[in-house]
């Protein structure tokens, strides 16, 4: 079987981001993971339970906080986790349940993991499954959108916070270099 050439767009767009995630994980330690760019960021605490969870307000604050990389990294391992399971599974744990794994290898791995899964889902589908609306109908932020709108998405919230993750690395660099 070939595949559709959207489906070799969306999976070569991710490659392509993936790669500059990639390029960035040699510089991503434990502490750059929990730097905070500002002294009101948003980043991952452990709770009383040992559990990592991440910063989060609804409504989010106008403007937004400045996030450290651990909270960037949860944030990818949320939405993809979410998405993986509303379009591809039974359904994702709600947005509490999803922990940061505590550092900075068990989050790379972690996000291996899920964009593995995801690019393997990707692959699968035909036309007429990129069209459809049925698998996002669960989706907190997808109803009614194609599965297609959705890969798309997660392909640009994927580059916006690996860019993101690239900027807080110099952040952390320039902090460092004047201690």
Known sequence: MTTPPRVELLTSQLDMVWSLFEYHLPAIDDDACRFEPTPDSWTVRQDAAGRWVADWQVPEPEPAPATSIGWLTWHIGYWWTTALGHCFRDGAP???DI??????????????GLKDDWRTALQALTDADL?????TGTLPWGEGMRLVDIAGWVNFELAKNVSEIGYVLRLHAAAAATR
């Open 99 to 112: 922990t940061w794994p505590g550092d900075a290898a068990s989050a790379a791995d972690w996000l291996r």
């Open 131 to 135: 069209d459809s609306t049925e698998r």
């Open 94 to 96: 709600d947005r509490e």
